[in-house]
Nanobody
Framework: QVQLVESGGGLVQAGGSVRLSCAAS????????MGWFRQTPGKDREFVAA??????STYYRDSSRFTISRVNAMNTVYLQMNSLKPEDTADYYC????????????????WGQGTRVTVSS
């Protein structure tokens, strides 16, 4: 069992940056690949980025502005988002998966409650 808690969301101006954090409970954090997803009202949850359990490999929907990282010793995964646009406004969720670098929500076993990022124009 893994419990995930996101933080770091808030209101930011377009062009700004924000770093989201996801803290995991339990001692098995390092056996999971981790992903970030986002969702806006009325739309499906969409993939943003994933990182392998070792942290060596990453996979992005858009690598030009976002960076995913993790510190296994701290049971934490991060999402650094730069050059934010109003269309990045969404609830952001972290999730844990046994599958390698998956972009599918179906492959993720545990989810956080989400943190909202609002980008103003």
């Amino acid at each position: 069992q893994v419990q995930l808690v996101e933080s770091g969301g808030g209101l930011v101006q377009a062009g700004g940056s924000v770093r989201l954090s996801c803290a995991a409970s339990g001692r098995t954090f390092s056996v999971y690949d981790m992903g970030w997803f986002r969702q806006t009202p009325g739309k499906d949850r969409e993939f943003v980025a994933a990182i392998s359990r070792s942290g060596v490999s990453t996979y992005y929907r858009d690598s030009s502005r976002f960076t995913i990282s993790r510190v296994n010793a701290m049971n934490t995964v991060y999402l650094q988002m730069n050059s934010l646009k109003p269309e990045d406004t969404a609830d952001y969720y972290c999730a844990a998966s046994r599958k390698l670098l998956s972009s599918s929500t179906f492959d993720y076993d545990y989810w956080g409650q989400g943190t909202r990022v609002t980008v103003s124009s």
